[in-house]
């Protein structure tokens, strides 16, 4: 019976092996490895990373924090870094922002 066991579970090793390989070659196939070469490749043109990291810098002078909003997502929202926010806004404490306070975006 031991033998017949372990000949069950090197089977089932090799059967669990092959599904491993066949969910990375899956995984790996949907991911997008060659952006610059597949760049209309669904219609669509992929940003580069400069261009997304490149937002218009805000004109507005003001915003008011709502429910969940972060420095972080602020920041990203108007194009600013967290510490430029941070320098504007010296007297907000970064932990906790409440909701309905008022930000400075510009000097």
Do not use: C
């Amino acid at each position: 019976m031991k033998r017949k066991r372990s000949w069950i579970a090197r089977i089932l090793a090799l059967a669990a092996l092959a599904g491993a390989v066949v969910a990375i070659i899956v995984v790996a196939s949907n991911t997008d490895l060659h952006s610059s070469n597949d760049n209309n490749k669904s219609g669509h043109k992929n940003q580069t990373q400069k261009e997304q990291q490149k937002k218009p810098r805000t004109q507005q002078k003001k915003y008011t924090v709502q429910s969940g909003d972060t420095l972080t997502s602020i920041a990203h929202k108007f194009g600013l870094t967290v510490a430029e926010l941070q320098a504007l806004n010296p007297e907000v404490d970064p932990q906790i922002l409440v909701a309905g306070e008022v930000l400075k975006l510009q000097k």
